[in-house]
């Protein structure tokens, strides 16, 4: 690659796909050098029909309102003994660079994620639930934190590029709150944290904690106009 009359050898980590319009080198932890180009790419026209929730969380990353989940432990929690270890050694070095492959894994995998909810999607709503409010540790919160933000910013311009909507909501309540009858029959307060599945003592209905919110998350969704200009599909 030439810029700015240097030559630069590259080695190509993904395809290239449509016409280069502008480029820039960034860093990582590691010391390792990145090419990041600007490419200009048709606008896909292509979509899907299910109208996902997503509620993001702990024990999953996300968890949707089909029942679709990003389990926390593929990011991290296999490096973790490593990095501490690292870390009681001072091995600055090593610790460095254990931040930089989970960090490079996360991406991978909010990669995939994102793509293939957004290939069966017409529209995705998220929570805006904040790491600080679930979370003791700093490791912990920083993590979730940089994995949920990623997260929404991919589903934000993948949908975008896609013709996809897209929509956050206030996700107060969508724990408490029924999916089938909408009464406020759902585990409450801090006892509440460790209920995974409860039944609706008004319905009947039978729910996994999470992929409940996700369904209320969907409806949200659908009830909340578009800020992005696409129109609701038909509510
Ligand atoms: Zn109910």
Redesign the pocket.
């Known amino acids: 690659m030439l810029l700015r009359g240097q030559r630069f050898r590259l080695w190509l980590h993904r395809t290239v796909e449509g016409r280069i319009k502008s480029g820039n080198f960034s860093q990582d932890a590691r010391g390792r050098w990145y090419c990041n180009l600007v490419c200009e790419v048709p606008r896909s026209q292509r979509r899907g029909r299910d109208d996902i929730g997503i509620d993001l969380g702990l024990k999953s990353v996300a968890k949707c309102s089909d029942g679709t989940e990003l389990e926390q432990a593929r990011f991290y929690r296999d490096l973790e003994p490593k990095l501490a270890e690292a870390q009681r050694k001072r091995r600055k070095r090593q610790v460095k660079s254990i931040h930089a492959k989970s960090a490079n894994r996360r991406k991978d995998v909010l990669h995939k994620f994102s793509r293939a909810l957004v290939d069966r999607a017409r529209k995705i709503t998220v929570g805006d639930v904040s790491a600080s409010a679930m979370t003791k540790t700093r490791m912990a919160k920083s993590v979730l934190d940089a994995g949920w933000s990623m997260l929404r910013g991919m589903l934000r311009y993948k949908c975008d590029h896609a013709g996809v909507a897209y929509a956050e909501v206030n996700e107060a309540n969508t724990t408490r709150t029924?999916?089938?009858?909408?009464?406020l029959?759902g585990p409450t307060g801090l006892i509440g944290l460790s209920v995974r599945r409860w039944t609706?003592?008004?319905?009947?209905?039978e729910h996994d904690r999470d992929q409940n919110a996700a369904r209320n998350i969907a409806r949200l969704g659908c009830e909340t106009p578009c800020p992005s200009g696409h129109e609701s599909p038909g509510f």
């Open positions: 029924c999916s089938s009858c909408g009464c029959s609706c003592s008004e319905c009947g209905a």
